[in-house]
């Protein structure tokens, strides 16, 4: 800490100004995370205080003691609806990156028929937002038979335009000798994608664990769309059910507030694993 | 001739077992990608021609060849305005984000003691950018500018700076929080860009006797090229599936109402997304041109 602090003092003029220049953004950037925290420890009144506080005043746990009461008068209980999440989230997650990993591969280092073909129809589906084509998705799902099967919540999510259109750019960096010497040394396709692929394309690996994670962990469309049995469904859908329905509700706004709180927590657990990785492994991979 | 058939099997062979091998990474990600990708847009497609009506036990569709299309640009008194709007917007926003995550990146770049965590907390608006937590935010936040109410700052931008300038400022300010918020992986992709440039080249420029300004025009700039025209698709992209965006909350309202339907949804979709294609078209066009033309100096 001293050392760290006398590093500081040491600093030229130039990087004070930008430490402090930054440190201010970073404050401004952080505002949300500090207002989801203070939101979920205002009591009832401070809720809906006109014009409305940033900070809490008196902080209280009601909010998560009325939210932990409500959940344990439901059907399902709550922890089922976590453990979906979790089956689907860590299933979502290995399949995304396995899938979309090799198929960058191939598509970067490869030439073959149809890759431009293919490659233009990865950049024009990244432009349909998936809301517009949900119910071609809902009549597919339910024709494969995968309603109510942890399946349908995985597959649809499995190819990724965002994950291949990312790992595309960032696997087509990795130098072309690198793999050719592989070769040389007698590594076949599944060698060269285990032990140079994988390991050199972990910072966007690590991205799109991380984009990936959001999008699952928060999405309500596959519990809603292709799931009819209330056990199937996951902790996003419960929270939203549970918002929407108190909606109108002055005595559900704390409930809601607490129940944001620990939705996003998940979100920034992984961020902080994550993202260490993302920086990381950019400042000192051997790519050039 | 004879000698040389077996060879030529053989090569043959070799080139399938390859082929085929790769193509095997490949499939996973096709089958994915043709059922719960390119088979729904294709479909969506084939409603949009279509008046799409829900019967008991499915669907009904009776072709009406383009007239979706045309009531949207006819009929409908909401959709070419809000598509306008919302384009003009858009057109202003992608060249400040990207301009603004490359500044932000460069600074990030220097050393400076304690820029990993900075890099962090320039990373972190990604945790809010997607879904969940920007509409829990949204729905609690206020209009348009949601949270500049809820931090309260207005009364302090009227205090010092005052009157209709504050106005000003505040939209600006409005725009910041979006800026910011979706310069993350902006960010992230520049500062690894910058990475793939060799520092013995800033030196060899440096020797040269290059100061810090032209190596970054000279050098930096050109080298991250492709890093600007990825961040370019990466926020048109981002902005226009942003799912609180007008457009996009029009079409939704479209898809469950019982006159219009899915089929005038789905319409409503493939206009948008024509747009949003030329748009992208326009700029990877300008981008590999000048691309081009600096390879063909070089």
Known sequence: MIARLRRIRSASPFQAVLIGGFTALAAFMSLPIIFIFSHAFKPQNELFLFPPRFFVQHPTLRNFESLFLHASNATVPFTRYLFNSIVVLSLTLASVIIVSTMAAYVLAKYRFHFKALILSMITLSLMFAPETVSIPRYLIVSGIGLNNTYFGHVLPSLASPVAVFMLVGFVSQIPNDLIEAAKIDGAGHVGIFARIVLPLSAPAIATISILTFQTVWGDVETSTLFMQKEAMRTLAFYVNSLLSGLQNNVAGQNMAAAAGLLIFIPNLIIFLLFQRKVLESMVHSGIK | ?298
């Open chain 2, 1 to 298: 001739m004879s000698r040389s058939a077996p060879y030529r099997r053989k090569a043959m062979e070799h080139h399938a077992k390859r082929y085929g091998i790769g193509m095997l990474f490949m499939l996973p990600w096709m089958i994915g990608f043709s059922a719960f990708v390119a088979v729904p847009v294709g479909w969506s497609m084939f409603m949009s021609l279509h008046k799409v009506a829900v019967v008991p036990g499915g669907f009904k569709y009776d072709w009406i060849g383009l007239q979706n299309y045309r009531d949207a640009f006819l009929k409908d008194n909401v959709f070419p305005i809000e598509l306008i709007t919302y384009f003009q917007q858009m057109l202003l926003m992608v060249p400040v984000i990207v301009i603004f995550a490359l500044l932000i990146s460069l600074l990030l770049n220097q050393k400076f003691p304690g820029r990993f965590v900075y890099r962090a907390l320039f990373f972190l608006p990604v945790i809010f950018a997607t879904g969940q937590v920007l509409s829990e935010l949204f729905s609690q936040g206020a209009g348009d500018i949601p949270f500049l109410d809820q931090y309260n700052l207005e009364p302090l931008v009227r205090q010092y700076v005052g009157g209709e300038l504050a106005k000003t400022v505040m939209e600006v300010l409005g725009r910041i929080v979006l800026i910011l918020w979706y310069s993350g992986v902006q960010i992230l992709i520049f500062i690894a860009g910058f990475q793939t440039v060799s520092p013995s080249i800033y030196e060899a420029v440096r020797i040269d006797g290059a100061s810090p300004w032209d190596s970054f025009w000279k050098i930096t700039l050109p080298a991250s090229m492709p890093f600007v025209s990825l961040n370019m698709l990466y926020t048109i992209i981002d902005l226009f599936t942003f799912p609180l965006n007008p457009v996009l909350k029009h079409i939704r309202d479209n898809m469950f109402k019982v006159d219009t339907g899915y089929g005038y949804a789905s319409a409503l979709a493939w206009i948008y997304f024509a747009f949003i294609f030329a748009l992208i078209a326009i700029v990877t066009g300008l981008f590999s041109r000048s691309m081009s033309k600096r390879r063909g100096r070089a």
